[in-house]
């Protein structure tokens, strides 16, 4: 690469902020030209000096020792498949304007075992029953980053005629400007726990849902994921409860929630009351998905710090990873 009059070199090479942990980074250098070492690397190492005082480059150090932390409240859960049910009367959904079936893929060997898990698990907590029905989607099952599986339906067909809804979720482009306007100094951010299947649907509803596992159908008596319009339903209710509850200034996007504030005890104090009114309306929240308050936090895939937001390094990592096309059609597809 060329800079002013002067070639530069990008070499890779092991580098190391604490003479600890060392990582692979692109360092850019030249003949007349000291090695370069980009501030996004600089940006994510801490380090403490002879004093104990905690350093980073460009940006504050986030400092989190002694705080008191929101996950360490009670009534948080610690279970895996954690479901509430919300105290609200069965919800009356738009019905698909015709009847969609089809048939079950065939699922992988992996998937198997997993998925005679999650519908025993599902059914013994009454988010499925065994049902009969001119309706069918095929399962789609997902395995999550943390190795866990999440059963969730192809509902591509049933949601070519589903009625529309008019309320929406919020623009997250929209939601990302109100909260870098906030300038805030402490964050701490709440996910609820299987939102959706904490939604109770109306027995006419059910039917429209049906898929079937081993030659017996079942249906979903909460709201299914893979819908078309249950971002939009739980959005809203969430919305609700956090409305008569009069929860503090926030922000929410579907089911997961951020507030924020000058200092630590600011910031605690608004999320132990808005975990407080969710656990009250019926929703379960896991303890691992509760973070803060902290200086530095990611939320919807952002990482935010004294009012700004970054990528993760994680993304960054996964982007810097990846092959350049070598043809026009990988080149489309990129």
């Known amino acids: 690469m060329k800079g002013g009059s002067q070639d530069f070199t990008l070499v890779e090479a092991d580098v190391?902020?604490?003479g600890n942990e060392w990582k692979?980074?692109?360092?850019?250098?030249?003949?007349?030209?000291?090695?370069?070492?980009g501030i996004d690397f600089l940006r994510n190492g801490y380090f403490r000096d002879?004093?104990?005082f905690r350093w980073a480059f460009?940006?504050?150090?986030?400092?989190?020792?002694?705080?008191?932390?929101?996950?360490?409240?009670?009534?948080?859960?610690?279970?895996?498949?954690?479901?509430?049910?919300l105290k609200v009367e069965e919800q009356q959904v738009p019905i698909a304007t015709s009847t969609v079936h089809r048939?079950?893929?065939?699922?992988?060997?992996?998937a198997v075992i997993p998925i005679h898990k999650?519908?025993?698990?599902?059914?013994?907590?009454?988010?499925?029953?065994?049902?009969?029905?001119p309706f069918n989607s095929p399962i789609w099952p997902v395995c999550m980053s943390d190795g866990e599986w999440r059963l969730t339906v192809d509902y591509h067909a049933l949601n070519e005629v589903a009625p529309p809804l008019s309320a929406a979720v919020p623009d997250m482009l929209e939601f990302q400007y109100e909260l870098e306007s906030k300038a805030a100094k402490w964050y701490a951010t709440i996910d609820i726990a299987n939102a959706f299947f904490s939604i109770p649907l109306a027995a006419e509803c059910r039917?429209?849902?049906?898929f079937t596992w081993r030659g017996v159908q079942y249906t979903w008596n909460r709201l299914p994921q893979g819908w078309k319009h249950s971002p939009t339903i739980c959005h809203g209710l969430v919305q609700a409860a956090l409305e008569k509850g009069e929860a503090p200034e926030h922000l929410q996007y579907i089911d997961d929630i951020i507030v924020w504030g000058n200092?630590?005890?600011?910031?605690?104090?608004?999320?132990?009351?808005?975990?407080?009114?969710?656990?009250?309306?019926?929703f379960a929240i896991k303890k691992s998905k509760v973070k803060g308050p902290a200086q530095e936090i990611q939320f919807l895939g952002v990482k935010w710090q004294d009012g700004w937001r970054q990528i993760p390094t994680e993304v960054i990592n996964k982007i810097t990873a990846m092959s350049p096309p070598t043809n026009k059609r990988k080149h489309k597809l990129s």
């Open 103 to 110: 048939r079950q893929y065939r699922t992988t060997r992996d």
């Open 263 to 282: 200092t630590a005890m600011e910031v605690f104090e608004k999320g132990e009351k808005i975990i407080q009114i969710l656990l009250k309306a019926g």
């Open 118 to 133: 999650m519908i025993h698990e599902l059914e013994t907590q009454g988010v499925v029953s065994k049902t009969h029905s």
């Open 207 to 210: 039917p429209q849902f049906t």
């Open 58 to 85: 460009g940006i504050a150090a986030a400092e989190t020792g002694g705080v008191k932390q929101l996950n360490t409240l009670p009534g948080l859960s610690e279970k895996p498949s954690a479901v509430g049910l």
């Open 24 to 37: 692979r980074h692109p360092i850019v250098t030249g003949p007349e030209a000291p090695c370069i070492l």
């Open 50 to 52: 002879p004093k104990r």
């Open 16 to 18: 190391s902020l604490n």
